[in-house]
């Protein structure tokens, strides 16, 4: 197995700090953690890329070139490193495979307007409407802050949502269900895991901490659940800073993806 450090912070609009330090932390820290809850040991490599001072454009054709020559042997698991990191690293993905689902973990919907380039504001929005997937394979969960024009966006695309509410009404096991069941048309799955799809008394270190999210258990839950899923292929962490407790549970979650991986 690969793990892939994305040390990249060009999409994040200039808005947060210490994005691209993330992932060398995290790693760092698994150093903490034996076994994972299941019992295994992962079994990995690290590997990285690191932003280009060209700009966004260039580092995104990194990240892609770098994404697709992994693909081509392993099982693609990345940490970022803001939000705009998953367009080219699912772009690498689609191209390879084909049925795709995308479930995609986060408080926001990621679909802004487009502003150019895939940014963490719009990034969703680009991956849809470039056709990388198609819409009613996408599906986002622990939504609680959006825009009118995601709302119209999200409605129209018929991208499958469970929100934060819904979660918190159905439960976490019986969303996991529809998820799966939901999942049942796609032969090849990217998860994508904002960090700040978790509740900000878990997770602070991240740039728009929404309240009331995921406990960091109910996070798990997910994660453990999708990384038993064979046609799940793809993993990446995002969003998450400098903020020691939130690298922690970042370190935890990852630690815990590749451990049921095995
Ligand atoms: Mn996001």
């Known amino acids: 197995m690969i793990l892939l450090k994305v040390k990249c912070d060009q999409g994040n609009l200039k808005k947060k700090e210490g994005l691209k330090d993330a992932p060398d932390l995290i790693v760092k820290d698994f150093k903490n953690y034996f076994l994972g809850e299941n019992g295994k040991t992962p079994v990995f490599s690290v590997e990285e890329v690191k932003q280009s001072s060209q700009g966004i454009a260039k580092t995104h054709e990194l990240i892609f070139n770098k994404a697709n020559q992994i693909l081509k ?5 990345s940490i970022g490193g803001d939000h705009s990191i998953t367009h080219p690293l699912f772009k690498a993905f ?3 495979f084909n049925k795709v689902g995308l479930v995609y973990l986060d408080a926001h919907a990621d679909c802004e307007n487009d502003t150019g380039l895939p940014t963490y504001e719009d990034v969703l929005r680009r991956i849809i409407s ?22 119209r966006f999200i409605e129209q ?4 949502v469970f929100s934060m509410k819904d979660v918190a009404n159905e439960g976490v096991d019986e969303t996991i269900e529809a998820v799966r069941y939901l999942l049942s048309r796609c032969e090849n799955v ?8 978790v509740d900000p008394a878990f997770a602070p270190g991240t740039g728009w901490p929404e309240p009331c999210g995921l406990t960091s258990r109910e996070a798990l839950q997910f994660v453990q659940a999708l990384a038993v899923l064979k046609k799940v292929k793809a993993f990446d962490l995002v969003e998450a800073n400098t903020d020691p407790t939130t690298i922690h549970l970042c370190s935890k979650i990852l ?8």
């Open 73 to 77: 042997k392993s099982f693609l698991t």
């Open 130 to 151: 470039e056709g990388l997937v198609k819409p009613w394979n996408v599906i986002l969960i622990g939504l609680r802050n959006w825009t009118e024009q995601e709302k």
């Open 255 to 262: 630690f815990e993806y590749l451990s049921h991986k095995q």
């Open 190 to 197: 990217y998860a994508s895991f904002d960090i700040d799809v």
């Open 94 to 96: 689609s191209k390879r």
């Open 157 to 160: 695309s018929k991208i499958k």
